[in-house]
C-alpha cells in the first residue's frame, strides 16, 4: 500500500479480554516501530524490529505485551488481559533504513472499560 | 536516558513567523526529527537534523545546535493549516532505531 495501515481503527475491550493490534508497514520497509500514545502526550517508544528481528523490546511495560514480526513485514502487537491503563493509541511507524524518517500508520485508539 | 522539553502551547497569528523551540538531554544522540500531528491524526514528518545548522524547506526550516543540546522549528507564512501539535524526537545511539519524543507543542494560528 502507499502507507503504513493499522487495524482496528478502534478498539474496546472489556479488562482482562486479549486484543492483537496489526500493522502493515510499507512495502520494502526494513526497520518497524511501535509506540503508545497517551492523550496529550508525545509518542513512548515500546519496541523495534529490523526485517523479523524484535533489537529492541526495552519499552514493553509489561510481560503482557508482546509483538512479533515473523515474516520481517506485518506486525502483529498483542496485549494480554488488557487494563484500564493500557487505554491508548497504538502508533506503529515503519522506515527504509535508521538514518530516514519513520512513516506513521494512522494507530489504533484501544480504550479499555 | 533522555529528556526532551518543549514549550506545551502556543498562539500566532495568520501570516506571521513562529518559533518552537525544543531542548534535549540524551545519553547519545544520532539526529532530531520534527513531526506534525493534527488531533486525530498520524504524526508526519517535517524535518531530520544531524548536523548542526539550519536545514529550509518550504515554509519550515529547523535549526541544531549539538553542543547546546537546542533545536528549533521556525514556520513562515502562517496558515490557518499550520494549527497542530508539532513534536520533537530524539534518536539516541544506544540503539539507533529509537526516537525519543517530546510531548509536543499545541500550536494555534488565529485569523
Known amino acids: 500500500g502507499a502507507g503504513v495501515s493499522q487495524s482496528p481503527r478502534y478498539k474496546v475491550a472489556k479488562r482482562g479480554q486479549d486484543v492483537a493490534l496489526r500493522c502493515d508497514p510499507i512495502?520494502?520497509?526494513?526497520?518497524l516501530f511501535w509506540y503508545q500514545q497517551a492523550l496529550g502526550q508525545g509518542p513512548e517508544f515500546l519496541t523495534y524490529f529490523q526485517n523479523e528481528a524484535q533489537l529492541d523490546k526495552s519499552g514493553l511495560p509489561s510481560d503482557r505485551f508482546f509483538a512479533e514480526r515473523p515474516e520481517g513485514s506485518v506486525s502483529t502487537l498483542k496485549i494480554q488481559r488488557t487494563q484500564q491503563e493500557d487505554s491508548a493509541v497504538y502508533l506503529c511507524?515503519?522506515?527504509?533504513?535508521?538514518?530516514?524518517?519513520?512513516?506513521f500508520g494512522q494507530g489504533t485508539r484501544l480504550t479499555v472499560v | 536516558g533522555q529528556n526532551i522539553d518543549q514549550p506545551t502551547e502556543m498562539t500566532a497569528t495568520e501570516g506571521a513567523i513562529v518559533q518552537i523551540n525544543c531542548t534535549y538531554q540524551?545519553?547519545?544522540?544520532?539526529?532530531l526529527f520534527w513531526y506534525q500531528q493534527h488531533a486525530g491524526e498520524a504524526p508526519t514528518f517535517l524535518s531530520y537534523?544531524?548536523?548542526?545548522g539550519l536545514e529550509e524547506k518550504g515554509r519550515f526550516s529547523s535549526f541544531l545546535s549539538r553542543s547546546k543540546g537546542y533545536s528549533y522549528l521556525l514556520l513562515k507564512e502562517l496558515q490557518m493549516k499550520d494549527s497542530a501539535s508539532y513534536l520533537c524526537?530524539?534518536?539516541?545511539?544506544?540503539?539507533?532505531?529509537?526516537?525519543?519524543f517530546g510531548d509536543g507543542t499545541t500550536l494555534t494560528v488565529k485569523p
Open positions: 512495502s520494502g520497509h526494513v526497520s
Open positions: 511507524a515503519s522506515s527504509s533504513n535508521l538514518n530516514t524518517e519513520a512513516f
Open positions: 540524551t545519553s547519545g544522540f544520532n539526529g
Open positions: 537534523n544531524v548536523l548542526d
Open positions: 524526537a530524539v534518536r539516541g545511539n544506544t540503539n539507533a532505531g529509537k526516537s525519543t
